[in-house]
């Protein structure tokens, strides 16, 4: 069974501060995904990493394939209060596998 | 261009009934999967469907199960409904299998 593991599950931080979430796996997918889902709705794709070492930026967002294509790391620089919401990343390997997500909180 | 959609938004239903859930999928796509996301977890994979024939299976009873349509659409029924079927049900849609799905809104369904 496949699993991923994220970290921190819960992360509130203030505006303007920087943060590292983190998506580890014994497993070795051949892409991973990270996602961001607001309360009752869909998760929406932010990116896409396929190459082992593969850093991916989306504004002040920098994603980060591992290596050996088993864990990866989000980083957002001076955060918003936009950032809020749950963090989702999933691997693939033949078909999708989810974390359980951090939730992230920007105050004002 | 329209994205995935789903209906309906919200359910109730009670224990032991049975319920269907439908999903168009992205314009252009032609694979739907379903998950299932209970309250603070990630989505769990249900099942993917792809011309027409389930293709992956995750790990939910034979209570689960659905369908695709010619025109790429596709349902999810749950017999025998347990009070822990209560979530968000999830449709993402993609081209073939390839791993860049888009979710719709979900459809809330609660047991009572």
């Known amino acids: 069974t496949q699993l991923l593991e994220q970290s921190p599950q819960f992360l509130s931080i203030q505006e303007g501060e920087n943060l590292t979430v983190y998506c580890n796996s014994s497993?070795?997918?051949?892409?991973l995904q990270w996602y961001r889902q607001e309360p009752g709705e869909g998760p929406v794709l932010l990116v896409t990493v396929v190459t082992g070492g593969e850093v991916k930026k989306l504004k002040r967002l920098t994603f980060q394939f591992g290596d050996a294509r088993k864990d990866s790391s989000l980083h957002i620089t001076a955060a918003q209060p936009g950032d809020t919401g749950l963090y989702l990343c999933?691997?693939?390997?033949?078909?999708?596998?989810f974390g359980d997500g951090t939730t992230l909180t920007v105050k004002p | 261009d329209a994205g995935v959609t789903q209906s309906p938004t919200h359910l109730i239903k009670t224990r032991g009934q049975q319920v269907t859930l439908r999903c168009s999928p992205k314009s252009g796509h032609d694979t739907v999967s379903w998950y299932q996301q209970a309250l603070g977890q990630g989505p769990q994979f249900i099942f993917q469907y792809y011309e027409e024939e389930e293709r992956q299976r995750g790990n939910f009873p034979d209570r689960f199960s659905g369908h695709q349509f010619p025109n790429y659409s596709s349902e999810l029924n749950v017999n025998a409904l347990l009070l822990g079927d209560s979530a968000l049900y999830l449709c993402?849609?993609?081209?073939?299998?390839?791993?860049?799905?888009?979710f719709g809104p979900g459809t809330r369904l609660t047991v009572t």
């Open positions: 993402a849609s993609s081209w073939d299998v390839t791993y860049e799905q888009y």
């Open positions: 999933a691997g693939f390997a033949g078909k999708s596998t």
């Open positions: 497993s070795v997918f051949s892409s």
